[in-house]
C-alpha cells in the first residue's frame, strides 16, 4: 500500500484512507469523493463527471 496519496498528503493513519473503486488507489479523506455508495478519487470522480456532462 501506497503511504502518499496522489496530492501528497501522507497516508499515516490506514484507518483514515479509502481506495477508489475505479483505479484501487489508496486516498486521504479530502480526496475521496462518494457518489451514491460508490468510493472514488478525487481524479476519477473528475473524469466520471466529464463523461456524464458531454
Not at 7 to 23: F, I, M, N, S
Amino acid at each position: 500500500m501506497s503511504t502518499t496519496c496522489e496530492c501528497g498528503v501522507t497516508l499515516e493513519q490506514p484507518g483514515r484512507t479509502a481506495r477508489c473503486q475505479e483505479c484501487d488507489v489508496a486516498a486521504c479523506p479530502s480526496c475521496v469523493v462518494h457518489i451514491e455508495t460508490v468510493t472514488y478519487c478525487r481524479w476519477c470522480a473528475t473524469v466520471l463527471a466529464r463523461h456524464r456532462v458531454a
